[in-house]
């Protein structure tokens, strides 16, 4: 798993706390220590519960995962070269996720529609045809444009052109589905702006040295 405290990756070792029942199943609390900061990251969980050897919540059983420590994201920050009003709908998909896959697919589209017009300068209309306007510009690498276009069939997104033109409408969507939605951002993230940044940084490091050599620069 990725510890939510600094973000690196490591072999989980659960320890869990069986909480108690109710009418909704079961509830525990799932603890993972981290190697590498020493934090703990604690988790409420509700499922099924299994009765041996003990009472217990196994992974195939769970409905929802609730972090508890830190509260917040486990992924990874938004860039910095990001606008704040991409960001800020970013970063509150992320937050609600746990809590409402539904409402961060909502933010996570607003999201893309925002960034498309943006950077892709796509022509403002419903979502579903300013994907198909970039898809069809070529300028996405082919792996990213499927999986941009993937957004399309999203809780059956696709199928009600009267909900595409309203962005951030509550759609059904599994929660797997609204966590693509966040991957799909986060690597539109690094093709539009970050990568771009860092050339244009290196760029003008290189032109620096060439202004000092009496050089033509790079244009």
């Known amino acids: 798993m990725k510890c939510m405290h600094c973000l690196v990756e490591?072999?989980?070792?659960k320890n869990e706390t069986f909480v108690g029942e109710d009418t909704d199943g079961g509830w525990s609390i799932f603890q993972y220590d981290c190697p590498s900061c020493k934090r703990t990251n604690l988790f409420l969980v509700n499922g099924v519960v299994s009765e041996v050897p003990y009472k217990t919540i196994f992974d195939k059983n769970i409905n929802a995962i609730i972090p508890?420590?830190?509260f917040g994201s486990?992924?990874?920050p938004c860039p910095e070269e990001v606008p704040f009003n991409i960001a800020s709908d970013y970063k509150e998909a992320c937050l609600v996720f746990p809590f409402s896959p539904k409402a961060s697919a909502a933010l996570s589209r607003r999201c893309l529609q925002n960034l498309l017009r943006d950077v892709a300068k796509v022509k403002p209309s419903d979502l579903s045809k300013e994907i198909q306007e970039v898809i069809d510009s070529g300028?996405?690498?082919s792996q990213l444009a499927d999986s941009i276009d993937a957004i399309r069939n999203i809780g059956n997104f696709a199928a009600h052109?009267?909900?595409g033109k309203i962005t951030g409408e509550i759609v059904d969507v599994e929660p797997e589905e609204a966590e693509w939605n966040l991957d799909v951002l986060e690597s539109l993230f690094d093709f539009y702006y970050v990568q771009p940044a860092k050339v244009a940084k290196k760029r003008d490091a290189l032109n620096a040295k060439l202004t000092q050599a009496g050089k033509p620069l790079m244009k």
């Not at 490591?10 to 070792?13: I, L, P, R």
């Open 161 to 163: 052109p009267i909900k």
């Open 139 to 141: 300028k996405l690498p």
């Open 68 to 70: 508890v420590r830190p």
């Open 10 to 13: 490591f072999h989980d070792k």
């Open 74 to 76: 486990n992924r990874p």
